[in-house]
Structure formats: structure tokens, C-alpha cells
């Protein structure tokens, strides 16, 4: 009597298993970046400048909220800091870009070869984002070390320090005042191309080998020690990728707006991120983009309301900061009822 085995599949050489995860990091980009050019696509052909704009806005938080994903998601610890790096990216950017012969006015302590500079956008924004994954690496070394709430309140004084570093360097930041001027490259188009770029990197990372230890820090940090895993290393390597994604972020952001001040990112951005990440899944690149579209549809939807409605022949509106109280009713509950967040763990296109 023979017993008949089930065929293996023959092991793949080295160049195709490359191939094939470079293909699975592809496949899972593209199940998100398609839904998300259909939609700016849709936007465009609108017509409608208001609805160009919305969408535009919401792809650059994308950004924002994917690289503080990148961290967050996959070490465990809740980052009150990201946004400092989009502050750092934001004004990077400035310095390469910014309103012609009325740059050493905002800047007068710039120097020479940079205060003339005229830089494009695509290689100041890769040298900004740079800036802020170096800014990153080197704070990482310390802040690293820690782990769950102290990394966390760290993290938050680190907030507190740039912002009052970029308040009062004004040589180089005209302190509280505005820099305007900032060239407005950001088009639907540009928004999409870095949401996409961002949630590649994302990608990339969480399918990475980096990206499978760190999670095994998350989970069990002891155990993950013990099994030889350099915790503080692979804490590090997240920290900065999430730095340059976030300060693209920050870049993207002040080319939409064309202008910045250090107050546009501050408290009001970190709890809109963090909300986003947290309503949509802080343990998943969906999650993120999820609550990003959901967050900024609810925030429009109250915003209308704001302004006032008519209903049947009845002006129908609601008190302004509506969207924020709106906005912390939906984070309690999802963090009561739902805290994995809509999406959860879950990555789209890809089996459990």
C-alpha cells in the first residue's frame, strides 16, 4: 500500500522570491492607491474648485497620518510628536522655495547660498523630508530607549520643543509671523502622487522584515528580546522612515496653503492625526486612510451644517466648533465600542 503526498512547490531561487514580494508590496499599494486616484479624479472632473481642494487636503493628511502609522502602528507606541517633523519639513521647504527676493525679509539670518536659492519642488521636498528623518534618527537615539507612556510623554515634550524652537528663531522662521509667498504647487494630481508614495513606503516597511520584528516588539518586547531582536534598532529604523513621511507631509501642506506658521502645526493637527489614525486602525496602512476620508467627510458634513442649511424652506444650522465636538464623540466611541477602529488590523487586498 503507497501513500501519495501532496506536491510541494519547488523553493523559489532568490531573485523570484524577490520578485514576488516586491510584487505583494505592489499589489497591496495598489489596492489603495487606485480607489484613491479614482476618487481625485472624480474630483477634478467635477469641476467644482471647492470639492478639488477638499480632496486635495485630505490626500496631504494622508501623508501626515500614514507616517505617524508607520511608528505608531507598528511599535505600539502613541506618538504626540509626529507633527513636529511636518514643522521641520514645512520649513525646509521655505527655505529652498519660498517668495523670491522677499526671503531674506521673512529670513534675514538665512545664509547667502541658501536666502538665493530657487529650488523645484520635487528635490526640496525629498531634501526637506530628508531633514526631518535626520532630525528623527538623531533624537531617536535617546528617545528610543524608552518604551509605551514615558516614549509616549517624550514624545510630546519633543512637540513643545520645536515649537518654541521655531518661534523664536526668527532669523531663520520669522518667529510667530507668517512666511507667505510659498509657491502653490499642489494640485489634485501632486496630492495624489505623495499619498501613493507615502503608502508605498508604508507598504514596503509593514511587509519588510524590519517591519514583522518591530511588531514582534509590540507584542511582547521581552520575548522579542530574548529571541535576539534589537528592540531599540528596529524602534529607530520606524522612527525615521515615519519622520521622512511625515515632513513630506509638512511639505506637501505649505505648498497647499503658501504659507505657514509654526501654529499650523500644533495641538490642533496632533489630535486630528492622531483621531484619524484611531478611528480608522492605528495596526493598519487601510486603517489609516480609512479614518482619514471618513474623518474629513464627517468634519465637511458638520461644517455645512455650520454654515447653515436649507431644509424644506428652513435654514436649519449648528453652533461653529461643531466639527470638534462632533469629531470627540466619534473618537469616544469608536475607543468604547470599537477600539481596533473601523478597519482594525485588517489590510485590504491581502488574506488574514
Known amino acids: 500500500m503507497t501513500v501519495q503526498t501532496g506536491s510541494r512547490r519547488p523553493a523559489l531561487s532568490p531573485n523570484q522570491a524577490r520578485l514576488a514580494h516586491a510584487w505583494r508590496v505592489v499589489r497591496a499599494t495598489l489596492f489603495l492607491a487606485l480607489p484613491l486616484t479614482a476618487l481625485g479624479l472624480l474630483a477634478y472632473l467635477s469641476g467644482e474648485p471647492r470639492l478639488t481642494s477638499l480632496v486635495s487636503e485630505a490626500y496631504i493628511y494622508v501623508v501626515l497620518v500614514v507616517g505617524l502609522a508607520i511608528f505608531t502602528g507598528n511599535s505600539g507606541i502613541v506618538s ?16 529652498q522655495t519660498c517668495c523670491g527676493p522677499l526671503r531674506l525679509i521673512f529670513m534675514p539670518d538665512l545664509p547667502a547660498w541658501l536666502a538665493t536659492a530657487q529650488v523645484p519642488l520635487l528635490p526640496a521636498a525629498l531634501i526637506a523630508a530628508s531633514l ?6 538623531v533624537l531617536g537615539l535617546a528617545l528610543m530607549r524608552l518604551s509605551g507612556t514615558a516614549a509616549s510623554i517624550a514624545l510630546l515634550s519633543m512637540l513643545f520643543v520645536f515649537k518654541s524652537i521655531y518661534e523664536n528663531w526668527t532669523g531663520w522662521t520669522a518667529g ?37 520584528r518591530l511588531r514582534a516588539v509590540r507584542e511582547d518586547e521581552a520575548a522579542a528580546r530574548a529571541s535576539g531582536v534589537n528592540a531599540w534598532a528596529h524602534k529607530l529604523i520606524a522612527f525615521t522612515i515615519s519622520g521622512f513621511v511625515a515632513g513630506l507631509g509638512g511639505v506637501l501642506y505649505g505648498h497647499f496653503l503658501g504659507t505657514i506658521t509654526a501654529n499650523m502645526f500644533w495641538l490642533d493637527m496632533t489630535f486630528l492625526t492622531l483621531a484619524m489614525l484611531v478611528v480608522g486602525g492605528m495596526r493598519s496602512i487601510s486603517g489609516a486612510v480609512v479614518g482619514v476620508l471618513f474623518v474629513v467627510a464627517v468634519r465637511e458634513f458638520v461644517q455645512l451644517f455650520e454654515r447653515g442649511v436649507n431644509l424644506g424652506g428652513q435654514m436649519v444650522s449648528v453652533p461653529e466648533g461643531s466639527r470638534e465636538i462632533v469629531l470627540a464623540i466619534i473618537l469616544l466611541g469608536i475607543l468604547v465600542f470599537r477600539p481596533q477602529g473601523l478597519v482594525g488590523d485588517r489590510e485590504f487586498g491581502e488574506r488574514k
Open 176 to 212: 510667530q509671523s507668517a512666511i507667505v509667498g510659498l509657491p502653490t504647487y499642489i494640485t489634485i494630481w501632486v496630492a495624489i502622487a505623495g499619498a501613493v508614495f507615502a503608502i508605498l513606503i508604508a507598504t514596503a516597511y509593514r511587509l519588510s522584515s524590519y517591519g514583522l
Open 132 to 137: 526631518a528623518a535626520l532630525v528623527a534618527f
Open 80 to 95: 504626540f510628536g509626529h507633527v513636529s517633523f511636518a514643522l521641520i519639513g514645512a520649513y525646509a521647504s521655505a527655505w
